[in-house]
């Protein structure tokens, strides 16, 4: 048998544009306890195996200082990855800081990224709602 091949799920910030792919699909990946956000490993290519996940952020900007953002129990930085074409937060990282094994470095820590709840859409999803888009446009010519 040769390789199983991965399957690449693709997701869209709501302006339409491509922002994430994705071997491992959105509702399977784990959520964080304190914001719902999706806890997205972005592996670096050369320590990926065909096999294992694989995800990568598109046609996104981070931002090059974080953003502090008060917590209940403290604060934490982040660095927000907005949308290249409408400037919309899609994910955030966190500073290096904020994790036990880079605590005494800073910056964002680029392996792992969370994305925000409601920030992306499915492709499948997306042309779906295109189909409807167009289904309720042709009912509303008939109502009339
Ligand atoms: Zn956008």
Redesign the pocket.
């Known amino acids: 048998m040769s390789s199983p091949e991965k399957t690449i799920h693709t997701y869209?910030?709501?302006?339409?544009?491509l922002?994430l792919a994705t071997t491992t699909p959105l509702p399977s990946l784990k959520t964080r306890t304190s914001d719902s956000s999706h806890i997205l490993p972005l592996p670096s290519l050369s320590s990926t195996s065909p096999t294992s996940h694989y995800a990568s952020l598109a046609n996104t900007i981070i931002d090059a200082k974080p953003t502090v953002i008060r917590l209940e129990d403290g604060f934490e930085k982040r660095y927000f990855h907005?949308?290249?074409?409408?400037?919309?937060s899609?994910a955030y990282s966190l500073d290096k800081s904020q994790f036990d094994d880079t605590k005494s470095s800073s910056g964002a820590r680029e392996d792992v990224a969370f994305l925000i709840p409601g920030g992306l859409v499915d492709t499948e999803d997306m042309k779906r709602g295109k189909d409807m888009d167009a289904e309720i446009a042709k009912v509303g010519v008939k109502a009339t």
């Not at 869209?12 to 544009?17: A, E, L, M, V």
């Not at 907005?82 to 919309?88: D, I, V």
């Open positions: 869209h910030c709501i302006c339409t544009q922002v907005k949308c290249g074409r409408c400037e919309l899609v």
